[in-house]
C-alpha cells in the first residue's frame, strides 16, 4: 500500500488536509485512479457505487480538468434521507443535487462500448440525491487538477438518498427543475441537464469507463451521476433541502 493511498484516507477520516505537492509523484491518470483504488482497499469498506464528478463544462474549468472522474460510494458513508452527517471544520465542504441510479444487471468489462440502449435496459430505479463533498487537498477545489482529484476519491464526504422510483422512464431528467435550499430560502436551481446535457449520458461514460478500468458495474449498485444545482458551501448547522419536484425532496443536516 503507497505512503500516499495512507495519507488520503487518513486525512478522510480525521477531517484534515493534505499539502498539495504530496500528489507531485503521479505523473498519470491512471496511477492517480490506482491511488484511489489503494484507499478503498485500506478502508475495508463496502462499495455500493460510484459517483461522478466533473461532469459540467463550469466544474471542469474550475478544477482543471477535460472530462468527468468517478470515486467510489462506500456503504458507512451513504445515508437515508432525513440525515444528519458531521463535516470537518479543517475543509471547505459543498452539497450538490444529483440524479442516482440503481442498476438490475451487471455490466461487466468488455471490448464494445455500452451505449444509451444498453444503459437504460439495464436501469432499475432513479433515486434523488444530496452528495457532500470537500477536498481533501489545501485550497480547495480551484486549480485542483484532475490527478488531485481522483487520487483524492473525487472530494466525497457522504451520499444521502431519497425515495427509489422504478417507474422512471416516464421522467423528463433533461427538463425537470430542481431546486436546493436553506431554512427556506432557495440557494440554486437547475436541471438534468446541468452534467453532459442529460444524466444518461453520464452513466453511458460510467459504464465505459468502469469497462475500460477492468472493474465494471454489478447489479444493485448506484452511479450517482453529478450536480444538478451546482456546487453551495455549507457550514455546521445547515440544513439543506433539495427538491427533486416529481421525485421528492432530499434533506440532511450538518454537525
Same mark, same amino acid.
Given at each position: ?19 498539495? &505537492?504530496?500528489? +507531485? ?35 471542469? $474549468? ?5 472530462? #468527468? ?29 444529483? *440524479?442516482? *441510479?440503481? *442498476?438490475?444487471?451487471?455490466?461487466? #468489462?468488455?471490448?464494445?462500448?455500452? &451505449? ?29 487538477? +484532475?490527478?488531485?482529484? =481522483?487520487? &483524492? !476519491?473525487?472530494? @466525497?464526504?457522504?451520499?444521502? $438518498? ?9 421522467? &423528463?431528467? =433533461? ?9 427556506? +430560502?432557495?440557494?440554486?436551481?437547475? /436541471? ?8 444518461? @449520458? ?5 459504464? !465505459?469507463?468502469?469497462?475500460? %478500468? ?20 455549507? /457550514? #455546521?448547522?445547515?440544513? %439543506? =433541502?433539495?427538491?427533486? !419536484? ?10
Amino acid at each position: 500500500m503507497s505512503n500516499l493511498a495512507q495519507e488520503v484516507w487518513s486525512a478522510r477520516i480525521k477531517g484534515s488536509v493534505l499539502d498539495r &505537492d504530496l500528489i +507531485e509523484s503521479i505523473k498519470s491518470l491512471d496511477s492517480a485512479y490506482k491511488i484511489q483504488e489503494e484507499t478503498m482497499a485500506l478502508s475495508g469498506m463496502k462499495r455500493v457505487g460510484w459517483k461522478i464528478g466533473a461532469t459540467s463544462e463550469s466544474a471542469q $474549468k474550475m478544477i482543471g480538468t477535460s472530462q #468527468p472522474a468517478a470515486g467510489v460510494l462506500l456503504e458507512p458513508y451513504c445515508y437515508e434521507s432525513p440525515a444528519s452527517i458531521e463535516i470537518s471544520k479543517m475543509q471547505t465542504s459543498y452539497v450538490e443535487s444529483e *440524479f442516482a *441510479f440503481c *442498476f438490475a444487471k451487471n455490466l461487466p #468489462p468488455r471490448d464494445k462500448e455500452y &451505449d444509451r440502449e444498453d444503459i437504460v435496459g439495464a436501469i432499475e430505479s432513479v433515486i434523488p440525491a444530496i452528495e457532500v463533498v470537500a477536498s481533501r487537498f489545501e485550497g480547495g477545489f480551484a486549480e485542483l487538477g +484532475e490527478l488531485r482529484l =481522483v487520487a &483524492d !476519491n473525487v472530494a @466525497n464526504v457522504a451520499w444521502v $438518498k431519497g425515495a427509489e422510483f422504478t417507474n422512471w422512464k416516464p421522467f &423528463d431528467f =433533461v427538463r425537470n427543475s430542481i431546486s436546493l435550499s436553506r431554512r427556506g +430560502e432557495i440557494l440554486a436551481t437547475g /436541471s438534468g441537464a446541468e452534467g453532459s446535457g442529460d444524466p444518461i @449520458n453520464v452513466l453511458v461514460w460510467t459504464a !465505459n469507463h468502469l469497462s475500460r %478500468m477492468g472493474v465494471g458495474l454489478s447489479q444493485g449498485e448506484i452511479i450517482s451521476t453529478g450536480t444538478c444545482t451546482g456546487v453551495v458551501e455549507i /457550514s #455546521p448547522g445547515d440544513t %439543506m =433541502v433539495a427538491d427533486f !419536484n416529481q421525485l421528492g425532496s432530499v434533506t440532511v443536516s450538518f454537525e
